[in-house]
T-cell receptor
Framework: NAGVTQTPKFQVLKTGQSMTLQCAQD?????MSWYRQDPGMGLRLIHY???????DQGEVPNGYNVSRSTTEDFPLRLLSAAPSQTSVYFC??????????????FGPGTRLLVL | KNEVEQSPQNLTAQEGEFITINCSYS?????LHWLQQHPGGGIVSLFM???GKKKHGRLIATINIQEKHSSLHITASHPRDSAVYIC????????????FGPGTRLSVLP
């Protein structure tokens, strides 16, 4: 099992550019999520999905879109990159049903710099 | 007041010392996770607990749900324990959406 994979590892964008951060998992997990991690702050939830075709917003969704067409993939789209989106992005997955005690599996992260 | 707080923010210890990291929270359902973020950035899950105590090797986690407080203990610390330790509390009915603490950066010196 590869677990949770993310691509790219590192990306530099100019303000206004768009891009997609890829996330895939091979554990057949229903739940997937995207977080951003900024210096001095905890991880913050951007978007999440509880299954294919179902997505919802987290704490900081503005400027990001997601879709979940398959169980395996959960891409995060930056529509028009802004310097405030400079961050490290983590994708995570876990199984349901949701007693709060499921192991969270994290991807290796994508470091994004917006100039 | 932050919803999930950790103390200390930074901790330097000598190899072999007993280490305690604390987490207090004001939100969430009745469970808490401890995560470890390696210096290279990767994040792994250490513990998930809803009551009492759990032990994995030299790591022990305790939780008091009534007081909304958890502690992570490391016995006989080693330089390879150097990492950021993060507590996280699920806040939704799925038990999957988390509020994270800011992390405690631990450095264990040889």
């Amino acid at each position: 099992n590869a677990g949770v994979t993310q691509t790219p590892k590192f990306q530099v964008l100019k303000t206004g550019q768009s891009m997609t951060l890829q996330c895939a998992q091979d554990m057949n997990h229903e739940y997937m999520s995207w977080y951003r991690q900024d210096p001095g702050m905890g991880l913050r939830l951007i978007h999440y999905s509880v299954g294919a075709g179902i997505t919802d917003q987290g704490e900081v969704p503005n400027g990001y879109n997601v879709s979940r067409s398959t169980t395996e993939d959960f891409p995060l789209r930056l529509l028009s990159a802004a310097p405030s989106q400079t961050s490290v992005y983590f994708c995570a997955s876990s199984s349901m049903p949701g007693q709060g005690l499921e192991t969270q599996y994290f991807g290796p992260g994508t470091r994004l710099l917006v100039l | 007041k932050n919803e999930v707080e950790q103390s200390p923010q930074n901790l330097t210890a000598q190899e072999g010392e007993f280490i305690t990291i604390n987490c207090s929270y004001s939100v969430g359902i009745s469970a808490l996770h401890w995560l470890q973020q390696h210096p290279g950035g990767g994040i792994v899950s250490l513990f998930m607990l809803s009551s009492g105590k759990k032990k994995h090797g030299r790591l022990i986690a305790t939780i008091n749900i009534q007081e909304k407080h958890s502690s992570l203990h490391i016995t006989a610390s080693h330089p390879r324990d150097s990492a950021v330790y993060i507590c996280a509390v699920p806040t939704d009915n799925y038990g999957q959406n988390f509020v994270f603490g800011p992390g405690t950066r631990l450095s264990v010196l040889p």
